[in-house]
């Protein structure tokens, strides 16, 4: 299947290393923020693109409205040079990473991706549609975040992928490697979090 983004989509040269920060920012908040900072200078990423998610097929409640949550994050991210926020999911029509991943590289040949998700993701990513596609498609990084108990070496897909992993030493290589490859890094943490944001009331769909 084909997928067309169309007019206004995100640019990127051949060549260029970027990051697909995904998720349903809902709210986006200071922590999205700081992995995004930790990822571009600990794995030498030219861009970050905020993969703005229409909604989370694994999640049963929807988010709060697209345009909401695209207008939140592009303030927050206020004009930062290399972070872009983008309905690029929405308007290849895909709901499922290994589908966006299909588009976005069929877009952008010649341009290296790397996927970013916390550690709490990685837990669960062998619950995701098509998995394996994904660690085969781009380089992971997997960025470390607070309250996790999960390992990084306990994971199903970790240990199935345990071969592929590159050590923190070498993270600045991560987006140069052919996939499958991954890094967990640990990063300074910080605390924040979209659910505690919408317990606290600060944010009601």
């Not at 996927?115 to 781009?138: C, K, T």
């Not at 050590?167 to 987006?175: F, K, R």
């Not at 605390?191 to 606290?200: D, H, M």
């Amino acid at each position: 299947m084909r997928h067309v983004i169309g007019p206004g989509r995100p640019q990127a040269r051949p060549g260029q290393v970027i990051g697909l920060l995904g998720g349903s920012f809902d709210p986006p908040h200071e922590g999205h923020v700081h992995i995004s900072l930790e990822a571009l200078r600990r794995f030498r990423l030219d861009r970050i693109w905020w993969l703005v998610s229409p909604g989370n097929p694994l999640k049963s409640e929807g988010p709060a409205s697209m345009p909401r949550r695209m207008e939140a994050a592009e303030r927050l991210v206020g004009g930062h040079p290399r972070i872009t926020v983008t309905d690029i999911e929405m308007r290849l029509g895909t709901r499922y990473t290994a589908a966006t991943l299909e588009g976005i590289l069929g877009a952008y040949p010649g341009t290296r991706f790397v996927w970013l998700m916390g550690e709490d993701n990685l837990a669960g990513f062998h619950r995701w549609d098509r998995w394996r596609s994904i660690f085969e498609a781009v380089p992971i990084g997997v960025l470390a975040r607070p309250g996790q108990s999960i390992s990084a070496r306990t994971a199903r897909a970790s240990r199935l992928y345990r071969g592929a992993r590159v050590p923190p030493g070498a993270a600045q290589l991560l987006g140069r490697k052919p996939p499958p490859a991954w890094c967990h890094l640990p990063i300074p943490l910080c605390g924040i979090s979209s659910t505690q944001l919408r317990a606290s009331g600060l944010w009601v769909r």
